[in-house]
């Protein structure tokens, strides 16, 4: 990695307890954070220096970020600079902790008495603290939030962004939790920030997540914790409890990386009766690219050479790799049904539809003999969505794409209604 030095930094534009943001003087939009080797407890009440802490916080966010974008969560993150430092777009932050619960623990059960430790909130419990180190970071309704009147680089917080950033942390959640899940362990709860990037005026996921942030424990077992919890939970600190508590941080650094690679990844193969038919699957296939999922072409007739169709319908189930077909045959689709009565394996029928018979040719892929059990999707891009959707079962990456593809659009949707509802006024 390339050392702070090599970057023009400017003026310190702030400092927390874990971390610096440096501006960087060649590169106007963007910041330097820089982390530190302290560690910290109920607002600094307990404070020791950890050696090394900096390199394995940075190393946990960049894989945590790396993540979230790769999937297409909108962060601020851009690169990691060095073991120590990462740069950012700089961001004017919202001075709110947004919590998300899936397990009752901690400072909810003392805020919320009778409720006992490992209730598990499905849906997510959502908690917004204001950031004030004075008043210990005091709990916040929504409607405080929306009271505060929050202007940051030019953008007013108002409901459509309160609503923006409920809903993005619930999704980056989700994503974590089930990324988490192929190590076996367990989020338990997490605290991200947003901030509104100073060039485009929009809210994205920034600060930090690392080890600090969330309560992970492994094999759902609050006796192995690794997070900061031990830290907080020493009775005394003592140069050998230090040492646990970097050999936590360490575990969590060593496989935070490991959320970053995929399962057994499967494959789409899209079976078309004729090459005229090029433009709809190639469609099928630059939508499965967005999903991570491979995508393979082939041409066959169901009706004018079956040995053929059922021979390459062989080839895929004998390598072992998971595979959903998808069958691309207009006027009469033999394809569907000859592949569904012969494979074990998901077949849908995505038919391309003409304005002259297509009204009438859609019920050869509609109307299956009894014993097969291929579906019909139109669109070619949903068609890929739906095999991405049977993959994301058992590949976290891909179930992290579609994840964020359902946030994007809702985000999509509620911002075209904010500007719809100021052009009306």
Request: net charge neutral; proline share 4%; hydrophobic share 40%.
């Amino acid at each position: 990695m390339a050392s702070t030095s090599e970057l023009q930094t400017g003026q310190k534009l702030n400092e927390g307890k874990t971390k610096q943001i440096f501006e960087l003087v060649d590169q106007p939009g963007l910041v330097l954070v820089q982390s530190k080797d302290q560690i910290t407890a109920g607002n600094a009440v307990r404070k020791d220096q950890m050696e090394g802490k900096a390199a394995i916080a940075n190393k946990t966010t960049s894989c945590v970020f790396k993540l979230l974008q790769e999937a297409g969560v909108k962060t601020a993150f851009v690169k990691q600079h060095s073991d120590t430092a990462f740069i950012a777009a700089h961001c004017e932050m919202i001075p709110i902790e947004w919590v998300c619960r899936r397990i009752a623990t901690g400072s909810f059960l003392k805020r919320n008495p009778g409720v006992k430790e490992g209730y598990r909130f499905a849906p997510l419990k959502m908690e917004m603290f204001f950031k004030d180190d004075a008043n210990n970071d005091p709990q916040w309704s929504e409607e405080q939030l929306l009271a505060a009147n929050f202007c940051l680089a030019g953008l007013n917080i108002g409901q459509c962004e309160v609503d923006i950033m409920n809903r993005s942390t619930v999704a980056i959640f989700e994503i974590l939790e089930k990324a988490w899940a192929t190590q076996n362990c367990t989020l338990v709860d997490m605290k991200i920030e947003f901030g509104v990037n100073v060039k485009t005026q929009e809210i994205v996921l920034a600060d930090v997540i690392d080890n600090d942030s969330w309560r992970l424990w492994p094999a759902g077992d609050r006796s192995q914790q690794k997070d900061k919890q031990v830290y907080r939970d020493l009775k005394e600190v003592t140069p050998e409890a230090m040492q646990m508590v970097k050999r936590n941080f360490e575990w969590v650094a060593e496989r935070v990386k490991l959320l970053l690679e995929s399962e057994a990844m499967g494959r789409v193969v899209v079976l078309m009766g004729s090459t005229s038919d090029m433009a709809h699957c190639d469609k099928i296939k630059k939508s499965c690219a967005s999903y991570g999922v491979p995508c393979v072409l082939r041409v066959t007739s169901a009706h004018k050479g079956p040995d053929e169709t059922l021979r390459i319908k062989a080839e895929y189930e004998g390598d072992g790799v998971p595979t959903v077909f998808v069958a691309v045959a207009g006027r009469s689709n033999g394809l569907g049904p000859v592949m569904s009565g012969n494979t074990a394996y998901p077949v849908i029928n995505c038919p391309p539809l003409t304005p002259d018979w297509g009204a009438q040719d859609v019920w050869s892929s509609l109307r299956m003999p009894s014993g097969l059990g291929c579906s019909t999707i139109m669109s070619p891009e949903a068609a890929a969505q739906f095999a991405a959707q049977v993959f994301g079962l058992n590949n976290h990456l891909v179930w992290c794409k579609l994840r964020a593809k359902m946030l994007n659009t809702w985000v999509s949707l509620k911002v075209a209604d904010k500007k719809l509802q100021a052009c009306s006024l």
